[in-house]
């Protein structure tokens, strides 16, 4: 399990990761992209 917290920590220090973590706050503060992941992780755990 190391080994993959390890690689999550390299690729959020490289470009693309810094990138993709500035990608996903910008959609963190958009309302409407905030309820279409709350829809999505509400079916994944089953509830609808």
């Known amino acids: 399990m190391s080994g993959l917290i390890a690689r ?3 690729f959020s220090r490289s470009p ?3 990138r ?3 990608s996903a706050r910008r ?3 958009d309302p409407r992209k905030r309820a279409q992941a709350r829809r999505l992780f509400g079916r ?3 509830r609808r």
């Open 44 to 46: 994944l755990r089953g």
């Open 16 to 18: 693309q990761g810094r």
């Open 8 to 10: 999550l920590t390299r």
């Open 27 to 29: 959609a963190a503060a």
């Open 20 to 22: 993709t973590i500035a």
